[in-house]
């Protein structure tokens, strides 16, 4: 294939090359509406092309190409020590730029690969993209695989996975199988998920819906959020509705609306919802506060339970010195010791030694040493310790009134 | 900056050795055991000869390994690499939930 050089510096005017053109460094072309290259551009340190360029391949070494048009490359770009600007947009196979690779306009290739940085004005499509330092593209990113070591932002999203090693934001979307980030996450949109894994914070918009989420600080959604798992190290927040598999939170987990769980919560620090809670079981270290709250296995407390309707359970645990303000209503329902509870329903009421008690109601009640309670109503059997306190005397009845909740 | 990007501190803060480390071993990462020392220094942001003292500080404490193939040096994360970053990534979580250190809290602190 024959080959057209330019010499270093020059200014040329090129329409059509029938084989490789090779451009010595400085060379400015001037393109006859559309310069259509055979082979091979090649350019020895930087060149600026004024026009739209199409060519089989495109080489540059050593410089900084700046391309002011549409660019398509058949086959590949290489950029060794280098940095590509182009002000249209761009169409290749495998893109490899070094340095840094700027497109103001639609961009559409198979691979993808940047040392430096990657910014696109417009939309990005590409099998693959992989950048060392930061990715931006402002319109749509459509891709199997995303991967940067530093940052991503991005516009609407359409992905498997997305990886990055600091920060990244999105628009929202999709990104069906997974989600890496070392520092933080974010989608302001709706944003559909296969797992999310982030180091430090993930933000999520209102509507986002996904399998699995692991998040080691703070985790918030914008709105209503579905899930299978949701792990988070430090604080969670849901600004809407929760609905999921299981929630295990290390620090303090505020839902605004409801929370439905099909399985187990297990909150470290303290839990609070606006509306109901129902799931299978809780486990709390602090405080639960909530409108209601059902579960059909058990709820254990450490610190505190404040509901206006009440807690529900099969089986009830407060632990030492735990507060209880709003109804317990268990089958089974345990009170440690120095606990302060108003009303309690149970099939089966333990007190622990100087409990303070309002109104309890069971079909089998027992009361610790110095336990304090208003009233006791009981369908079958009544056990008192030493010193215990009720100020309506105790009484056995045929049948309790129906329990709340 | 970005926010949770290595290449700030947390919190904004100037960044220290541990956020160099981490910025150069996300990068290292995303490589999949051939990067070369041209594209982790314009990933990272950092000149070659301040990375090459880096990167020997990295393999020499082996958080990093260095192969070469057609005489030029090719790094990979290695599973202490690894454990760095997500040991480093999980203290900044911390970093994050505690916030900053108010006013109130340093007064309690003081007798």
Redo the contacts between chains.
Sequence with gaps: MTEQRVPRGAKVRLGAVEGDLRLETGVRVEVEERLRVAGEIRCDGRAEFVGPVECERLRVDDGDVMIRGDLQVHREISAR?SALEITGGLQAGRVDV???LNVAGPAVAEEVEV???LRGGASLTADRV????RLSVAGKLTARSV?????I?AGTVDLESL?V???A?VGGGAIRTSIE????FRATGPLLFGTLEV???AELGAGSTGDRVE????FSADGDLTFATLEV???GSVRGDATGGTVTIG?RFEVRGSLRLQGKAEIGGSISVGEAVDGDSLEVGGHLEARRAVFRGTAEIGGQVTTREGLKAARIQLGRRARAAGPLVGGEVRVDDRGHVEDVYGDSVELGDRVEARRVQGRRVRLGDRVSVDEVLYTESLESGDDVSVRTPARKVDRLEPFPL | M??????SGPGGRRREATDLY??VL??????HGAARV????????MPVDRLRTLLERLVALGLAHVEEQDGRPLYDLTARGQEF??T???M???V??LGPIGRDVRRGAQP
Excluded: F, H, N
């Excluded at chain 1, 991967?147 to 940052?151: D, I, P």
């Excluded at chain 1, 980030?181 to 933080?184: D, E, S, V």
């Excluded at chain 1, 998040?215 to 703070?218: A, N, P, R, T, Y």
């Design positions: 020590d070094d340095r840094r040392g430096g940085a992989a950048v060392g330092g991967e940067a070591g530093g940052a932002d990886e090693g600091g920060a934001e980030a070392g520092g933080r180091g430090g914070v998040v080691g600080g703070k190290g430090g604080i620090g | 970005v926010l949770g990007d290595p290449r981490a910025t996300e990068v290292i990462k995303r490589y041209t594209r982790i220094s314009y990933g990272a942001g970053l997500d480093y990534w999980k900044r979580a911390y994050e939930v």
